[in-house]
């Protein structure tokens, strides 16, 4: 079974830099589409970036284009997500996740939550402004 880790959250003041780390079981990195989301306290899970299945297309939610960047190391089976320019409305709890079920498209990225179906349990990231 496909297990999820998120690390690297943290307190960091406005205009500074975080890389969350997603540790993977298996080879899920290299094997599946996966994504970051992003959750703000009383508001609802929404999508930040996606990583397609192979040949490593990108997406990214319009409000972190240009200031974040998703990536995977399949050696280490881990995916990223480099966050520059934090802004104080990035604070949320991170989650990462993976589309392990099919139908499979290799070149697809997935933008929407009922898209996955893997998910791991979140790492805290606060910005002070």
């Known amino acids: 079974q496909v297990q999820l880790v998120e690390s690297g959250g943290g307190l960091v003041q406005a205009g500074e830099s975080l890389r969350l780390s997603c540790a993977t079981s298996?080879?899920?990195?290299?094997?599946?589409?996966m994504g970051w989301f992003h959750q703000a306290p009383g508001k609802e899970r929404e999508f930040v970036a996606a990583?397609?299945?192979?040949?490593?297309?990108?997406y990214y939610a319009d409000s972190v284009k240009g200031r974040f960047t998703i990536s995977r190391d399949t050696t280490k089976n881990t995916l990223f997500l480099q966050m520059n320019s934090l802004k104080p409305e990035d604070t949320a709890v991170y989650f990462c996740?993976?589309?392990?079920?099919?139908?499979?498209?290799?070149?697809?990225?997935?933008?929407?939550?009922?898209?996955?179906?893997?998910w791991g349990q979140g790492t805290q990231v606060t910005i002070s402004s």
């Open positions: 298996e080879r899920t990195v290299n094997t599946y589409a």
């Open positions: 990583i397609s299945r192979y040949f490593s297309r990108t």
């Open positions: 996740a993976a589309k392990t079920r099919g139908p499979f498209v290799s070149t697809a990225y997935y933008i929407t939550a009922n898209d996955y179906d893997t």
